[in-house]
């Protein structure tokens, strides 16, 4: 039985090995053949007795990562050695120099590269960091490490299915956080979506498959849309003697998924569902020339959408991508993007960087733009200057994966470089912290604007001060750069610092004037009578005077009551009982949540960010002053959290449901008309016995807006409430918001 299985194994290893170099063939030269089956055979052998999590041969892991290598990158021999090699020095008793003698230097300079940064996620957050600024520095040595790197990480989300649950998420998260930006940033469009599709897939399980749904479910009707929008284009191409291939294809499903969030539109309403793509087969010099005649014809057929034309031929961009867009109006009165470029063009956008390079040798007009290298030089030069933390430093550089630039001036006339997007209070705190902490506004060619106002390109910026101003909360929302946002964290903090002094001293007081111990049984009973979940936390707000020192007193009493209390009935013996006591005053507060690999019930917040309900999918993460947080994994900020700190990651899962309620807000579309208010609260409060908090409501010309929030017991039961609401007349849509 095992014999029979172990046969089937080998065969199918060498089935996949043969694919690799029949994929490979049209770049191998003489003698390559025989290194690649050298290097297969070595790695086969350091790796025979490990098994994937999926329980596969650990071998198929190499093999497809070199596949991807050829087949999704355009990388050749170096490379697939590389990658067939790329686990063996950490996994075996193989040692580089062992590399070094039977394929070269540079093959083990690469594997000691990917060697280096493999398993970097593993430790705590700035090693994690360090290590990813070291990955980088290798950026500039040989991009193939990079590049291998990609392959690898792309491999491991197609395989991420076996994984247990909290892995997904911590590898997904990763991946949205570094992976797809560089797969972006390096011009490797096909697999920087198919990371995001992943990501989506493991953590909003959900709208992914129901998107996935939907695209094939409206699949006869696209093809045949597309058929028809492209029959006349085709004809005429043909006529003017261009060779040529042109398809429609479905875009991203993340990228659907996003324009459904960020627009707060259903799938039905996503317009530009699918792109067209003309890819004409045409000679260097005529690419630009025969691009625009295909966007005539295009054009002759079809009305163009002025504001989105994109001309990426004139001006690639810095990742090398050249492509013409425009969207144009369908005659069924659907908007639908057209891209036109060429063979060689679409070769760059799909396999990024090593296509774009293997052209750059052959273009002796030097044409292509020296974007890449650019980048690459300014990489170097901000990790060798930088002296911040590591972190910082890999939020910086996540930003400038994306983000482009803004230039803007001092009053003096220097220069500074901003990410975009920066306010005036960025370029403050860029300025001088004590600048940025003290600042009220600026004059921005010399008109007066708000802190919050957006820098733009030449803007002369001078800030203002007022030494009565101080950071608060809401200034995180108004910067973008990271420095910025430490400085303010660390102004918060320290304010922070003080109101707990402030309290503790001005509590000590009270007590004792009181008569009252200032012992830590005292203070504990007080936390609990106030009911925070820290002794700190009852400081602070003492300190800031939200909790106002005189219902000190109010404590005393109730704590005299209790003694009466116990002299009648039973004692009140500890602290815990206290506590329990006053939790049966207060009523129930929170749901039960299991957390943790035993699933216990332990103490938790629910985050602010994104107000998780009973039957979300949640996760906890252990934060430094306010113990557990419970998010929903699509919460926004969930990626940062998972990503750069996994080690403070914990599992988290609702018990059965219970019936309590839970905050969550309702966005109701309609045409307004009288007694629509009344029908709303009607089906809230009459019919489903839901406890509503508030509600707001916006009509402007027959339009009817409002918002709701209200307590329900899980999601069931907003999804009932929901399908009411609907069924309301006028009520063209309700969606919910965090
Ligand atoms: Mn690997």
């Not at 299991?594 to 107000?611: R, T």
């Amino acid at each position: 039985m095992i014999q029979a299985d172990v046969a089937e194994e080998r065969n199918e290893i060498l089935k996949r090995y043969r694919r690799l170099l029949r994929q490979a063939k049209p770049i191998l030269k003489s003698g390559d053949t025989k290194l690649i089956k050298k290097a297969f055979t070595i790695s086969l052998e350091a790796h025979k007795d490990m098994r994937r999590k999926s329980g596969e041969p650990y071998i198929y892991h190499p093999l497809e990562v070199a596949l991807i290598c050829v087949e999704e990158i355009g990388l050749g021999t170096t490379s697939i050695i590389s990658a067939l090699l790329h686990d063996v020095v950490e996994d075996t008793d193989l040692e580089l120099e062992d590399i070094e003698r039977d394929f070269g230097y540079k093959v083990m300079t690469i594997i000691d590269g990917l060697t280096k940064i493999s398993g970097v996620f593993e430790y705590g957050s700035s090693q994690q960091a360090e290590n990813f600024r070291k990955m980088l520095l290798t950026l500039s040595d040989d991009v193939r490490v990079i590049l291998i790197k990609l392959a690898d990480r792309l491999n491991n989300m197609r395989t991420l299915g076996s994984m247990p649950r909290n892995k997904q998420l911590k590898i997904a998260s990763e991946t949205m956080y570094l992976y797809a930006p560089l797969a972006h940033r390096l011009g490797l469009y096909a697999i920087k979506s198919e990371l995001e599709d992943l990501f989506l897939k493991y953590t909003d399980t959900e709208s992914y498959q129901d998107i996935v749904h939907k695209i094939n479910e409206s699949k006869s009707y696209r093809n045949k849309f597309i058929k028809s929008f492209i029959q006349p284009v085709e004809d005429e191409l043909i006529r003017q003697g261009f060779k040529f291939t042109i398809k429609g294809r479905p875009k991203s499903v993340y990228s659907i998924f996003n324009k459904m969030k960020t627009q707060g539109i259903p799938f039905e309403e996503v317009f530009d569902l699918f792109a067209v793509r003309i890819i004409l087969d045409s000679e260097l010099e005529n690419e630009k020339a025969d691009c625009w005649q295909a966007y005539s014809i295009v054009t002759d057929f079809y009305r163009p959408n002025p504001n989105r034309l994109r001309d990426w031929i004139s001006t690639p961009r810095s990742n090398g991508y050249e492509s013409l867009h425009t969207t144009v109006m369908s005659t069924t009165g659907q908007w639908v993007e057209v891209q036109i470029r060429t063979g060689r063009m679409n070769d760059i956008a799909e396999r990024g960087y090593a296509a774009h390079w293997k052209y750059k040798e052959k273009d002796t007009s030097g044409r292509s733009g020296p974007g890449l290298d650019e980048w690459i030089n300014q990489v170097r030069s901000m990790l060798e200057s930088n002296d911040g933390s590591a972190i910082e430093f890999m939020d910086d550089f996540r930003g400038n994966l994306f983000n482009d630039e803004v230039f803007v001036f001092t009053p003096k006339g220097d220069l500074k470089v901003l990410p975009t997007g920066a306010s005036a209070l960025d370029f403050a705190f860029e300025i001088h912290t004590m600048v940025g902490a003290k600042c009220i506004g600026a004059k921005v060619n010399q008109r007066l604007v708000p802190i919050s106002y957006k820098l733009k390109n030449g803007d002369q910026v001078e800030i203002l001060t007022s030494s009565k101003q101080k950071p608060t909360e809401d200034w995180l929302h108004q910067v973008v750069t990271s420095r910025a946002k430490a400085k303010i964290k660390d102004a918060l903090r320290e304010e922070k610092k003080s109101a707990i002094l402030d309290g503790r001293e001005i509590v000590q007081r009270k007590l004792k004037s009181m008569k009252l111990d200032f012992s830590s049984e005292v203070i504990e009973q007080l936390r609990a009578f106030f009911d925070l979940k820290t002794a700190n936390e009852f400081y602070y707000r003492v300190g800031r005077g939200i909790i106002d020192p005189t219902s000190i007193k109010s404590f005393k009493d109730f704590k005299e009551q209790q003694k009466q209390k116990s002299k009648t009935t039973e004692k009140v013996k500890d602290e815990s009982s206290f506590t329990k006591e006053i939790k049966n005053l207060k009523g129930p507060e929170h749901d039960q949540l299991l957390i943790g690999e035993d699933m216990d019930i332990v103490d938790y917040n629910l985050a602010k960010c994104c107000n998780p309900i009973p039957g979300d999918e949640v996760f906890g993460f252990v934060t430094i002053n306010e113990g557990i947080k419970i998010h929903r994994t699509t919460c926004p900020n969930a990626v940062e959290l998972l990503s750069n700190h996994g080690n403070r990651v914990i599992k988290a899962r609702w018990t059965s449901q219970r019936e309590i309620a839970f905050l969550a807000g309702l966005r109701i579309l309609g045409t307004d008309r009288v007694g629509m208010i009344n029908d709303l609260t009607k089906v809230i409060s009459n019919e489903l016995k839901v406890n509503m908090r508030s509600i707001t409501v916006d009509s402007d010309g027959g339009i009817f807006e409002g918002t709701i929030k209200l307590y329900v017991n899980n999601t069931e039961h907003l999804d009932q409430l929901i399908k009411n609401l609907n069924q309301i007349e006028g009520v063209i849509k309700v969606s919910r918001f965090d």
